[in-house]
């Protein structure tokens, strides 16, 4: 049995190695950006749920900074496993472990925080007659054909399981599809905001194998999920529809679609009429940062309020 210790958020987190188990280091940067906001102060008398918690580490560390009561969920039963583990090497004992597929065995209602660092990939590995076992840990940062799966749950139950002015604080991403997190946002919540924002590159070897299916979906809705960027940091994404060749251009967060055709690149508005050709010069401007620019995504992380 390896155990590692992980310096965050003024504590040492020690965590058991399991290579089933998604690892943790995605939510230290969400732990990184509590700790300097001061979410993590004055949790004593809180409640804290974890949802999706992996190793456990979003709870423990709140634990370890004095949260009255932590309970931990995950879908992976070798996850809830090793969280329970974990808890017990930082010394915390009365921690809640619950395995269960998002809400479904999650029965309090009065939390006063829900953490969440939702996976966000869309099916690739996951077998699906069989979800709840799955032979490639990268699976498990899988959910659902669009990647939503546990994310529009949390959006759409977690105020269920909150006090009134209880909070919900999430990671999100554009590979996500950013305008839905919003829209959703603003329809079943209202009291909302982003408390962290960045850029991240695409890592080819990991993020890769998805390329295709994030690009299918923003060809769809027009939300860029990811993106690639001109001389002038604007993002573009460059695509086939039908196997037609299109663009997707964001110019002061409105995306424009261009579409290939006989006489140019034009755009296109809902009657079918053009209105407006890429320039020549624009064109090969953007097909050299195409050949330069790597890919791109944004990292959001959310707080939502129940009012």
Not at 20 to 37: D, G, R
Not at 63 to 90: F, M, P, R
Not at 265 to 280: A, F, H, S, V, Y
Request: glycine share 6%.
């Amino acid at each position: 049995m390896t155990i590692q210790t992980i310096a965050l958020a003024d504590c040492q987190v020690k965590l058991q190695h399991n290579p089933q188990v998604w690892s943790p280091f995605s939510a230290t940067e969400i732990l990184q950006v509590l700790k300097a906001q001061g979410y993590l102060d004055n949790l004593q008398h809180s409640h804290v749920l974890d949802f999706g918690t992996g190793s456990g580490i979003l709870g423990i560390a709140l634990g370890l900074a004095g949260a009255a009561s932590i309970t931990l969920s995950d879908y992976c039963e070798i996850a809830v496993a090793i969280a329970a583990q974990n808890a017990k090497h930082n010394g915390l004992e009365q921690i809640e472990v619950i395995h269960s597929d998002r809400f479904t065995q999650v029965q309090r209602q009065d939390y006063d925080l829900i953490l969440c660092n939702p996976p966000v990939q869309p099916w690739l590995y996951t077998d699906l007659t069989d979800q709840s076992h799955r032979q490639r840990v990268e699976a498990w940062n899988e959910a659902g054909a669009d990647g939503r799966l546990v994310l529009d749950s949390l959006l759409l139950e977690a105020m269920n399981h909150l006090k009134v002015g209880g909070r919900l604080i999430t990671a999100t991403s554009s590979r996500h599809g950013y305008a839905k997190t919003q829209h959703l946002l603003d329809v079943y919540w209202g009291q909302w905001r982003e408390i962290y924002a960045v850029e991240q590159p695409i890592v080819p070897d990991y993020h890769g194998p998805y390329l295709k299916s994030w690009q299918a979906m923003q060809a769809q809705d027009l939300d860029l999920r990811v993106y690639q960027k001109d001389e002038q940091g604007r993002p573009f994404a460059f695509y086939h529809q039908a196997g037609v060749p299109e663009l997707i251009t964001l110019e002061n967060e409105t995306p424009t679609r261009w579409q290939q055709g006989n006489t140019g690149w034009q755009t296109i508005t809902i009657d079918g009429q053009n209105t407006k050709t890429l320039t020549e010069v624009d064109l090969n401007r953007l097909l050299q940062a195409q050949q330069e620019s790597c890919w791109y995504y944004m990292y959001y992380i959310v707080e939502a309020i129940k009012t």
